[in-house]
């Protein structure tokens, strides 16, 4: 008798969920199902005997993990699913990193550093070390750190290799080796880890301790990792280190949504996965049950273009689908009219809910037009992966307080925390504490102890440790009441003893008001957490030892993804996003805006093959996010860097099948659902439209100019040359062109005030003005209009 777990699976899914027994790679189509198939699959396993405890599980949210873990329950009786080992991998390798913590050097009780306290840290040590912040940018610092560690690269092998050092010397940042390496130690001496340390700090762990390799190798006998494309090295060389044994390892992904590059991940990971283990059975999931046929053949019709990709026919057996419709504006503001329009009038015709619909971008500052548009016509939005709760201060500096009471060699949480709410502790007094710390090698709470406990001669330090002693005294005492007081409790505790509460009831203005129930909010978490661990014990998925900790909570919020912070309160309201944001996620109507060249696809993935495909990749993603119906939209006008530029329609545009399209018309005006443009857009463009000519095709009666020389430069993909433009601007009265240019010459070398020197290649005369093209080298070419470019002749 078959296994109910197989019921309602197609025979492809069928097949992925049944031979478990040995390497597998399951290439899944956007929609095809496949955490159906993932939970099926380790549900059945533990159906046919295998246990639970030699099951590892890695998901990319939180969420994921414990949406899988609820399936796998109603499908496995006797709440076996509990014993899994399943989470990001964050989450998972964090919690075996405090296994073993001491293996490594560092303490059980060791901090997770987000975002800020890397950049804050780096900061400092870029202070420190006396260099210009225009060119030592922590930022950017911070992601060549998380490149490198993501890369497996320590400080120790980055200063030995003479081709990095060559490449700082050219980014003119020759001291980024001596930054990160000063930035691990006082890492370590912090008794913290940054995110990406969770993974490098496991590879490390696993190599060097080859006793606490082979345990987890026995323990996790079946190994299944979902989104494989979208893993890094340093995640690549786990999963290759921990399957060494057993080699049962099953990961599902697709290629075709591989987006995240500039986060380290390797979509080689994935297409060489054969190679790696050469007896793995590949199972390929095309059936797409999310969208309409029209949906996913024009994605297939993108998509194939891509030279590195698996083959794989994608389909679906759905209604066909309305075309997918484009929209064609003069500017970004009228751009966003015409889709904030559509936006309205879908959802009066279909009885769709705001919630159905999502506009998609390429870049965050994109969704300002969009906004204000919006907001005009009174249509309720979120930003998606915008402000999170725990970016609020009064959040920050209470779960500073939490992290020292912890771990009190978290530098970054005594500097937030030290002088607040003030104690007359400045931020001279700040940098002595700081200064003095470095001169013993200890962190600052280790150097203010001991001034408290045995104060000093200097006068100096006397003084730091009278400020200080109040300090010392309070984080002393709260961290003997860990033990002795339940989660919640103790978390109320800090709150009102550091004086953060009393701080903002003085205060009495709406901003603290809401401080406060952000404050109550986050102590709520803690009782909710204690409630769920209760109800685990309750029902026998932990033991009665098992008892939540502070530890565990702080790690829960530490480690929670920006998919895992989604807000109820957010229901109901249009999502606008970027590409990126929308992987893994699906709605009824989306609106991909903004796909002009140079934009989407972006100037930067112009310049490699690989970085032009995975614009496509992204471009697939947008695409494949719609159920019903998708629409795209572009500006022939954008301002960029205070300059009014053309723009040309993207090559994804041209690369769709033109069966799936319904294009604007050249002798229609442009395409609407709903009423006219905005007045106020309208009026604005009238304005421009005095003032320029949008005019791609240049006026037959105007004047040409000879081109100079063009440099040599990369060519793009063959796919992209020699594409005919999708559409133009509806016909006109022509214009009289204007007379020639005087102001400026082709080859001379101007100035721009953000670009900087460039040469113009090519001017070309309008109506009123002159379009010049200047290319600015590392910038590429920029056309602008000679009034308004604040050119300066070199």
């Given at each position: 008798m078959?296994?109910p777990i197989?019921?309602?699976l197609?025979?492809a899914q069928?097949?992925a ?12 189509g956007a929609?095809?199902?496949?955490t159906?198939?993932?939970t099926s ?5 533990i159906?046919?005997?295998?246990a639970p405890?030699n099951i590892?599980?890695?998901t990319f949210?939180?969420k ?7 399936r ?9 699913s509990?014993?899994?080992r399943?989470g990001?991998f964050?989450s998972?390798?964090?919690r075996?990193?405090?296994e073993?913590?001491?293996?490594i ?10 975002p800020?306290?890397?950049?804050n840290l780096?900061?400092t040590?870029?202070?420190?070390m006396q260099?210009?912040?225009e060119?030592y940018k922590?930022n950017a610092?911070a992601?060549?750190?998380?490149y490198?560690?993501n890369c497996l690269?320590t400080?120790g092998?980055?200063a030995a290799n003479?081709?990095y050092?060559a490449e700082?010397?050219?980014l003119q ?10 930035y691990c130690?006082r890492?370590?001496r912090?008794?913290a880890?940054?995110?990406?340390d ?11 301790c080859?006793?606490v390799?082979?345990?987890?190798q026995?323990?996790f006998?079946?190994?299944l ?5 979208d ?6 060389v ?5 399957s060494?044994?057993?080699?049962k ?8 949504q591989s ?12 297409l060489?996965?054969?190679k790696?283990?050469p007896e793995?059975?590949?199972?390929k ?6 969208s309409t ?8 019709s ?6 590195k990709r698996m083959e794989k ?16 504006a003069y500017t970004d503001?009228e ?12 959802v009066?015709?279909?009885g769709a809910?705001w919630s159905d619909?999502?506009?998609l971008?390429?870049t965050n ?8 548009a919006?907001?005009r016509?009174a249509?309720?939005y979120?930003?998606?992966k ?5 970016d609020h201060k009064?959040i920050k500096d209470?779960?500073?307080y939490i992290?020292l009471v912890?771990?009190?060699r ?5 500097r ?6 003030a104690?007359?502790?400045?931020d001279?007094?700040?940098?002595r504490?700081?200064?003095?710390a470095a ?6 709470w280790?150097?203010?102890d ?12 006397r003084?730091?440790?009278?400020k200080?002693?109040e300090f010392?005294?309070l984080?002393?005492?709260l961290s003997?009441?860990?033990e002795e007081k339940s989660?919640y409790d ?7 003893r550091s004086?953060?509460i ?5 205060e009495q203005t709406p901003?603290a008001?809401?401080a ?5 909010e986050?102590?709520?978490s ?5 409630e ?17 900790t ?12 920006d998919m895992?912070?989604d807000?109820p309160?957010d229901?109901?309201k249009?999502?606008l996003?970027?590409v990126h944001?929308?992987k893994?996620l ?6 991909i805006?903004?796909?002009?060249e140079n934009?989407f696809?972006s100037?930067r993935a112009m310049?490699?093959?690989?970085g032009f495909?995975e ?12 159920k019903?119906a998708?629409?795209?939209?572009y500006?022939e006008?954008?301002?960029k860097w ?9 090559c994804f545009?041209?690369?769709?099948d033109?069966r799936y399209l319904?294009?604007p ?5 442009l395409p609407r659902?709903?009423e006219?443009a905005?007045?106020s ?8 439209r005095?003032?320029?000519?949008y005019?791609?095709?240049q ?9 100079p020389?063009r440099?040599v430069?990369?060519p793009p993909?063959?796919s992209?040359v020699g594409m005919?433009r999708?559409?133009s601007?509806p ?12 102001d400026?010459a082709v080859g001379?070398?101007?100035e721009?005030p953000?670009f900087?020197a460039g ?5 070309e005369t ?5 379009k010049?093209v200047v290319e600015?080298g ?5 056309t ?11």
């Open positions: 078959e296994s197989l019921q309602g197609n025979p069928r097949e969920v049944v031979h478990y027994d040995r390497p597998s790679l399951i290439i899944a929609g095809s199902g496949k159906r198939v993932l699959r380790i549900a059945y396993m159906e046919q005997g295998v405890f590892l599980a890695l949210t939180n994921a993990a414990e949406q899988m873990r609820e796998i329950a109603q499908m496995v009786p006797g709440n076996r509990r014993y899994i399943m990001t964050h998972v390798f964090s075996i990193l405090r073993n913590a001491e293996r050097g560092y303490p059980q009780t060791f901090t997770i550093y987000e800020s306290d890397t950049r780096l900061k040590i870029i202070k420190e260099l210009a912040d060119k922590p610092i992601s060549r750190i998380s490198a560690k690269v400080p092998a980055y003479a081709t050092a700082d010397r050219r940042i020759p001291e980024f080796g001596t930054i990160y390496n000063t130690q890492c370590r912090n008794g880890m940054d995110f990406d969770l993974l490098l700090q496991t590879n490390i762990l696993l190599r060097d080859p006793d390799l082979a345990r987890y026995e323990q006998r079946y190994i990792v979902d989104e494989y494309q893993t890094n090295y340093a995640q690549y786990i999963i290759r280190r921990l060494e044994t057993h080699s390892v099953c990961v599902v992904g697709d290629d075709a987006i995240y590059s500039f986060r380290g991940a390797k979509i080689e990971n994935i060489s996965f054969r790696d283990f793995a059975l590949t199972f999931l095309e059936q797409n049950y999310r046929r029209t949906i996913v053949e024009a994605a297939n993108v998509i194939v273009r891509n030279a026919n994608c389909f679906s057996e759905g209604d066909l689908g309305e075309p997918i419709r484009v929209l064609k503001r751009e966003a009219e015409q889709v904030v329009m559509d936006i309205r009038d879908r009066r015709e279909s809910m619909v999502a506009v971008y390429r500052n994109q969704s300002l037009v969009l906004e204000d919006l907001r016509r249509i309720p979120r930003i998606y915008g402000s999170s709760f725990y009064e209470l779960l500073a992290r912890i771990n009190p978290d530098d970054e949480a005594f937030r925390i030290v002088n607040y709410p104690r007359g502790i400045g001279t007094t700040v940098q504490i700081g200064l003095l001169e013993r090698g200890v962190s600052m280790e150097a203010v001991t001034l408290v406990e045995e104060p000093a001669a200097d006068p100096v330090q003084t730091i440790a009278r200080v002693t010392v005294s984080i002393r005492s003997l009441q860990r989660l103790f978390g109320h505790e800090i709150a009102s004086g953060i009393a701080q903002y009831r003085m901003e008001t809401s406060l129930d952000n404050i109550e986050l102590l709520n803690m009782q909710l957490f204690r769920q661990r209760d109800a685990e014990i309750r029902n026998g998925e932990r033991s009665e030892q098992e008892q939540p502070i530890e565990e909570w702080l790690q829960s919020v530490m480690l929670m993804t895992d912070k807000d309160a229901r109901d249009v999502t996003m970027t944001s929308a893994g699906e709605y009824m109507y989306v609106y805006v903004g796909l002009e934009l696809p100037q310049e490699s093959p690989d495909e614009e496509r990749r992204l471009f697939y993603v947008a695409l494949t996010r719609a019903v998708a629409t795209l939209s500006a006008t954008r301002f205070g300059n009014m530029e053309f723009s040309r329609p993207s545009l041209r690369e769709i033109s319904d294009r018309q050249e002798e229609h005006p659902r709903g006219a905005h007045e857009g309208r009026s604005a463009l009238d304005e421009l005095r003032r320029f000519d005019r791609f095709k006026q037959a009666a105007a004047p040409r100019q000879q081109e020389a440099p430069v990369t993909p063959p992209t005919r999708l559409g601007r016909a006109e009265t022509p214009r009289q062109a204007g007379p020639p240019c005087t400026y001379e070398r101007v721009h953000k900087g040469t113009i290649l090519r001017i309008l109506a009123s003005d002159h010049l600015f590392e910038f590429g070419q920029k602008l209009l000679a009034k308004f470019a604040r050119l300066t002749k070199l």
